[in-house]
């Protein structure tokens, strides 16, 4: 059974940092994109970070410099490493997979989901 389980949210200051896991079983994500995504209270859910199968990235603009997404294939999970944290960063971000070459940052685009983690940024 293919399951994605996000965790490391929390609640941080502004400018505090936050490491999200997405940790994989049911399958290896060695040849599946990851993609992260957040939503904020009535919001739609948005596209921020990828990485392919062969670990390419990207990032949206607001999150580059501050975000990192990288990928620990002997624990099977990606990470998004989160620095400098904003106020308009408050979110639940999603982990999702799809296999296959490439990555998108659209939520259609991708086959499996976690169920979430909440970030808070406030003093």
């Known amino acids: 059974q293919v399951q994605l389980v996000e965790s490391g949210g929390g609640l941080v200051q502004p400018g505090g940092s936050l490491r999200l896991s997405c940790a994989a079983s049911g399958f290896s994500l060695d040849d599946y994109a990851i993609g992260w995504f957040r939503q904020a209270p009535g919001k739609e859910r948005e596209g921020i970070s990828c990485?392919?199968?062969?670990?390419?990235?990207y990032y949206i603009d607001s999150i580059k410099g501050r975000f990192t997404i990288s990928r620990d294939k002997a624990q099977n999970t990606v990470y998004l490493q989160m620095n400098g944290l904003k106020v308009e960063d408050t979110a639940v971000y999603y982990c999702?997979?799809?296999?296959?070459?490439?990555?998108?940052?659209?939520?259609?685009?991708?086959?499996?989901w976690g169920q979430g983690t909440q970030v808070a940024v406030s003093s």
């Open positions: 999702a997979t799809r296999r296959g070459s490439g990555c998108r940052i659209i939520p259609g685009w991708y086959a499996y």
């Open positions: 990485i392919t199968s062969k670990d390419n990235t």
